[in-house]
């Protein structure tokens, strides 16, 4: 079974709930997903991290329209932070990976209007069996079914990631907590990047308290 090449495409189709027909963690999936594109940029060699931000390495440019333009943005940008980049464009990064899901087929969009004119989209997965062995993959990966050193990179940052939002399409809560000391183990391949997630979440949560 074949699965979306980039950790966002993953990320996005990780959070699926295929019961529920939706996405969760919605409020967080921006931040979520431009994390995954930074991870993936640093797993191709693009970025590397230096004084608590991201340096160009490779400036060849990135097969990739979203890994394109985050790239970009960064290379013609004086040196900002992680957690900077993280936030940057989170607002557009869910409908982003959607329409590249739906352009390489794997999920269907259809759209229509709410009493003729708020418009609304209904995403459906084709093959849900791509978001059960996501959740698999990853699930087991937090269970500690080898050592980190061993895993397949991208797959470490996968779970990594989701280890941050607690996604519930992987596992309940409680579980992601047990297992926090295995998440930041498998954080440390793309280091900088988990730490930065969190930081935006508690930041965007501490914002939405004291407004």
Same mark, same amino acid.
């Given at each position: %079974? ?14 699926y709930d295929v019961e529920r027909k939706r996405l969760t963690s919605r409020w967080?999936?921006?931040? #979520?997903?431009?994390? *995954?594109?930074? @991870?993936? #940029? %640093? #797993?191709?060699? +693009? ?8 340096e160009v390495r490779r400036t060849a440019i990135v097969d990739d329209q979203v ?10 940008? !004086?040196?900002?932070?992680?957690? +900077? ?7 557009? @990064? ?10 390489? *087929?794997?999920?269907?969009?259809? +759209?229509? !209007?709410? #009493?003729?004119?708020?418009?609304? @989209? ?5 093959d849900t069996r791509v978001v059960r062995r996501l959740a698999s993959t990853v699930?087991?990966?937090?269970? *500690? ?5 061993? %895993? ?24 992601? !907590?047990?297992?926090?000391? !295995? *998440? ?13 997630? +969190? ?6 949560? @501490? ?5």
């Open positions: %079974m074949n699965l979306p090449e980039t950790l966002p495409q993953r990320l996005w189709l990780l959070a967080k999936l921006g931040y #979520l997903i431009r994390a *995954g594109v930074l @991870a993936e #940029l %640093m #797993l191709r060699g +693009h970025l590397a991290d230096a004084t608590g931000g991201p890994l394109d333009a985050a790239f970009q943005q960064i290379a013609n940008s !004086r040196r900002r932070t992680w957690q +900077h980049w993280v936030n940057k464009g989170s607002g557009r @990064a869910v409908r982003q990976v959607r329409d590249q899901l739906e352009a390489g *087929g794997w999920i269907r969009v259809e +759209h229509r !209007r709410l #009493l003729g004119v708020i418009p609304l @989209a209904r995403v459906t997965v084709r699930s087991t990966a937090m269970r *500690g079914g080898q050592p980190v050193s061993r %895993m397949d990179d991208r797959e470490a940052a996968l779970t990594a990631l989701a280890a941050v939002v607690r996604l519930r399409t992987v596992m309940p809560g409680s579980q992601w !907590r047990a297992a926090r000391k !295995r *998440g930041d183990e498998l954080g440390d391949v793309v280091a900088p990047v988990p730490r930065a997630l +969190h930081k935006a979440i508690q930041a965007a949560q @501490a914002a939405a308290a004291a407004g």
